[in-house]
């Protein structure tokens, strides 16, 4: 069975801070694919990374970065140095390849407060 | 416009209401999904209509009925909802290859859907 577990319900930071969002994954499957996504108040899913599972290197986008490690089955996100504007619900999501018919597994979601 | 669109943003129905939700995408995929997110639970996906194929959720009351007429614009059909069927729904779209489901589902900014 495939499932993605965000244990972080919710977390609140002070601007500036840096925070780690945790993701672990489970399926039986040699290649997936993992992402994450934003929604901001306005309701909007924001794409904001793809891996897939054959790729281990880390990700660096600006303040943000992605630690992927399979014998962990991990996909945690930090964000550097916080700002108000990354308030939002963060979501890690999993897809398998084969046979899926488009099916992406979410978490339940991180709520992600930054109070300036 | 470019991306994904929703129209209505926001819908307000009786339970013996009929309406629609249309979802349009400008991506030029050939790939387009509706989910559910509804308050505490994971998003959950209805429908799907990829490579001229329709794939569903069998969990999804026939109250819901999908309609896609080309790759571009997908419809959902509503009518006799319950009070329980209030959530957002998001609709998205991707590039799929045949058999192998591999790359990122953008998304649309939802419809707020209330049933009175």
């Known amino acids: 069975a495939q499932k993605v577990t965000q244990a972080q319900t919710e977390i609140s930071v002070v601007e500036k801070e840096d925070v780690t969002l945790d993701c672990v994954y489970e399926t039986r499957d040699t290649t997936y694919y993992l992402f994450w996504y934003k929604q901001p108040p306005s309701g909007e899913l924001v794409f904001l990374i793809r891996?897939?599972?054959?790729?281990?290197q880390n990700e660096i986008s600006g303040r943000y970065s992605w630690n992927f490690q399979k014998s962990t089955s991990s996909f945690n996100f930090t964000i550097t140095a916080s700002q108000v504007v990354d308030s939002a619900v963060y979501f890690c999501a999993l897809r398998i390849t084969l046979g899926s018919q488009g099916n992406l597994i979410f978490g339940k979601g991180t709520k992600l407060s930054v109070k300036p | 416009e470019t991306g994904v669109t929703q129209t209505p943003r926001h819908l307000v129905m009786g339970m013996t209401n009929k309406k629609s939700l249309k979802c349009e995408q400008h991506l030029g995929h050939n790939a387009m999904y509706w989910y559910k997110q509804s308050a505490k639970k994971p998003l959950e996906l209805m429908f799907v209509?990829?490579?001229?194929?329709?794939?569903e959720n069998n969990s999804v009351p026939s109250r819901f009925s999908p309609e896609c007429p080309n790759s571009s614009h997908l419809f959902l059909h509503l009518h006799t909802l319950q009070p329980e069927d209030s959530a957002l729904y998001l609709c998205a779209s991707s590039q799929e290859s045949k058999g192998v489901s591999t790359d990122t589902q953008y998304f649309g900014p939802g419809t707020r859907l209330t049933v009175l």
């Open positions: 891996r897939n599972s054959f790729d281990e």
């Open positions: 209509y990829s490579l001229e194929e329709r794939v």
